[in-house]
């Protein structure tokens, strides 16, 4: 137990309603929110304080003096009271509100604080708002790239939309005091700063002074003799603009800075080390401008310099109101526990922080195109939205352990995140330090993958090496007996244990149905036995071949197995008794396997013919789903961690015929499929009983990215064909 006071946790959810064009783009709506009456009850099981709660105008009045209807939003707010969650009320978040407002005639400010005036009329009770999000940085969307609407690009119209927005802020604030007098504003504003070569120091002043312009305007403190109050008036502001703000100062309760990775800059002006999109300028100098996180800058920088800075300058209050990570789940584990360790170390060192915020609690879409367009790629949260309704992922039992004010104990936590390793360099520099790699600790417990699957085993080490995660691969042959598995738990001290022993040759099953259930039926059992001896999670694989093929859609994980060879018998039995007697297991099935890391794969033998000369025969009537290694291999990482239990499907998205995989095989190769052949099965003659139907899809959620980008990646990394397009997978 910690013994300073402890660092709230609180929650938020991605809310923002921004404007494109004559559309609006609404999160919530994205999410499935507005029709799901649990996920407040789901956020309050995780123990926290407060809640950055969506009470948006452009969602609740679309039109002028509409009648509005609270109906969803209210019942919402009293169960957050009902659960001892404070709500902060966010009334615009990356907005430029209704259509019938604008930034330029004064009617956003006086727009926000009617509708304002509105919420705290019909909630009078709630203490706590946001009226405006991020006012700098929605100021630059708008105002100076042309993001978002109004879409102007320029340095006039960025500033006069951040004047809009902070006087919104104070004018509504107003508004609602005359209801509840005791209201209290809670401001966000993103937090960064600006580092540069010695030539471009001045520029990097600049925006360090700039950052902080929110803020100087609420509370007042842009006073007449500071840089940024001469550089408005030289921009064609008038003094009555900025006076407004000394005459009427309101200085939030707490100061809330939002924090990414993506926060703080470098400005180069050595334009050859860095690619032509981060290129940029200022009418004086050209300039690269990246992510101080991908160069070897040689100073101290990251959220602790930067928090100190807001407490000199400001000496209110702090919280960090938006914390979060798009990566792995690790990787996000790692991120919000640094943050939290760095708050409290902020903390002991004298600084008033209040809290920690675990932003986008639902998750996130289309920040990749920067809410440009609809939806766009969704980014998991606290819970994992894939699935239609939110899944806990690894977030939740570290948020619901630190919101106890309890160390949590995790083993990826003992080894650093990315952003601490030398591969975080992008554009290296010979005559700047460079950092030293890190290896993943070996006194942390690992995860033990055991058996001898050479393309798995060979995925797991090399990716959780990537990962930072500790792997140890044993090597086994043949089953491995109870005594060699205790002392080799004894000796390793292993969190979870992947079983990669499988006999998997489905034709020798077929004679040899002892052997095959020994290894993939009876070995299973023991080693599940041992994991729960010792509090050890256990990962294992099956197969599509479970099913019987009889279905028309791809089948799902709660279908009625029906197997009809041996291998697939032996894989339903050990499914059936797993679930029976070890439900804490983890039991991926997968598709057809290929792998960069394995030397004869099923891909390659069609290629080779084909390049041969020779034909290549396929079922042109069946149906399977592929996974790649890689894909399989991430995903069973990040579902480990979630605690994942029972069985899980993880394929790449879309389903394919055999002859139609060879045929993209062949045309990404660029070879000719002229000779790919479909034929019906029957015709096939195959001796091994199969299902018509092997296809797979998970309704846990569980995505891959589509078969025919794995496939393509998988050609590119082993060289049997140059993609000049850039493959992402």
């Known amino acids: 137990m910690l013994t300073q006071r402890p660092i709230e946790i609180w929650g938020g959810i991605e809310g923002t309603i921004n404007r494109v064009g004559d559309n609006y783009i609404d999160q919530s709506e994205f999410s499935g929110h507005y029709n799901r009456e649990t996920d407040i009850d789901l956020i309050a099981s995780l123990g926290i304080k407060m809640l950055r709660y969506p009470v948006l105008w452009e969602k609740h009045q679309p039109e002028k003096n509409t009648e509005i209807d609270w109906g969803f939003v209210e019942r919402n707010l009293l169960r957050l009271k009902e659960l001892n969650v404070e709500p902060i009320a966010g009334l615009v978040h990356h907005g430029s509100g209704p259509t019938f ?59 006069r939309v951040l004047l809009s927005e902070c006087k919104a802020t104070i004018m509504a604030m107003a508004a609602i005091r005359e209801v509840n007098p005791n209201a209290k504003l809670i401001q966000t504003e993103d937090l960064g700063k600006v580092y540069s070569t010695p030539l471009l120091k001045y520029q990097a002043d600049f925006e360090n002074e700039r950052r902080w312009l929110s803020y100087d ?91 100190k800075e807001a407490w000199e300058r400001y000496k209110l209050p702090l919280a960090i109101t938006e914390c979060h990570l798009h990566c792995t789940r690790e990787e996000q584990m790692r991120w919000f526990y640094e943050v939290w360790e760095t708050a409290n170390q902020l903390q002991a060192d004298g600084v008033d922080i209040r809290a920690l915020t675990a932003w986008a609690i639902l998750g996130t879409y289309g920040w990749n195109s920067l809410v440009t367009k609809p939806w766009g790629l969704y980014e998991p949260g ?28 995790q083993p990826v936590l003992e080894t650093p995140g990315w952003w601490k390793q030398e591969k975080r360099i992008a554009y290296p520099d010979a005559n700047v330090f460079r950092i030293n790699p890190v290896k993943p600790s070996s006194h942390c417990r690992p995860i033990l993958v055991l058996g001898r699957f050479a393309s798995l085993e060979t995925g797991f080490e090399k990716i959780c090496s990537d990962r930072n995660i500790n792997c140890v691969v044993h090597h086994q042959i043949g089953m491995i007996d109870q005594v060699e598995l205790g002392q080799l738990i004894q000796r390793l001290n292993p969190w979870a244990i992947i079983n990669l022993q499988e006999y998997a040759d489905v034709g020798q099953a077929e004679q040899n149905p002892e052997n095959c259930f020994k290894i993939n039926t009876d070995a299973i059992l023991l080693l599940a036995e041992a994991c729960k001896k010792n509090t050890i999670k256990l990962v294992t694989f099956s197969s599509a071949l479970v099913f019987n093929g009889e279905k028309e859609e791809a089948y799902l994980e709660n279908d009625t197995v029906s197997p009809l060879n041996i291998f697939g018998q032996s894989k339903a039995k050990a499914e059936e008794m797993l679930l029976q007697h070890f439900p804490e297991t983890l039991i991926v099935r997968v598709g057809k396997l290929f792998s960069p890391w394995e030397n004869k794969s099923f891909i390659s033998r069609i290629l080779n013919r084909i390049k041969e000369g020779s034909t290549v025969v396929a079922a042109n009537d069946n149906l399977i789903s592929l996974t790649y290694v890689p894909d399989l291999v991430h995903e069973t990482l990040n579902i480990l961690l979630d605690d994942e239990c029972g069985i899980v499907h993880a394929t790449n998205q879309g389903q394919t015929t055999d002859a139609n995989l060879a045929r993209k095989a062949a045309q990404f190769a660029r070879l000719d499929d002229i000779l790919v052949q479909g034929m019906p099965t029957a015709k096939l003659q195959q001796k091994i009983p199969a299902p018509q139907n092997a296809a797979l899809r998970s309704e846990k959620g569980i995505l891959l990215p589509e078969f025919e980008s794995a496939l393509k990646h998988y050609l590119e990394v082993t060289d049997q064909v140059f993609l000049a397009d850039k493959i992402a997978v």
């Open 217 to 307: 305007l609420l509370t007042g403190t842009l006073t007449s003799d500071k840089t940024m109050y001469r550089f408005l008036i030289g921009m064609g502001f008038k003094n009555e603009d900025l006076d407004y703000f000394l005459e009427n100062p309101c200085k939030p309760e707490v100061v809330g800075f939002n924090y990414y990775i993506t926060s703080e800059r470098y400005l180069d002006e050595d334009l050859q080390k860095y690619p032509q999109h981060v290129h940029g300028g200022n009418g004086r100098h050209q300039y690269a401008d990246v992510e101080v996180v991908r160069v070897p800058y040689p100073h101290e920088t990251g959220l602790s310099v930067l928090l």
């Open 382 to 409: 606290v819970f994992n939205l894939r699935s239609g309704k939110p899944r806990p992922t690894a977030m939740v039992k570290l948020i619901q352990e630190l919101a106890r004010n309890q160390k949590y104990r």
């Open 101 to 159: 407002v604008s930034f330029f005639d004064g009617s956003f400010e006086q727009g926000v604080a009617d509708y304002a005036r509105l919420v705290a009329t019909k909630f009078p009770w709630l203490e706590y708002y946001t009226p405006v999000n991020e006012p700098l940085t929605t100021a630059r969307f708008c105002g100076l790239y042309g993001h978002w609407y109004p879409h102007e690009k320029d340095a006039y119209s960025f500033y």
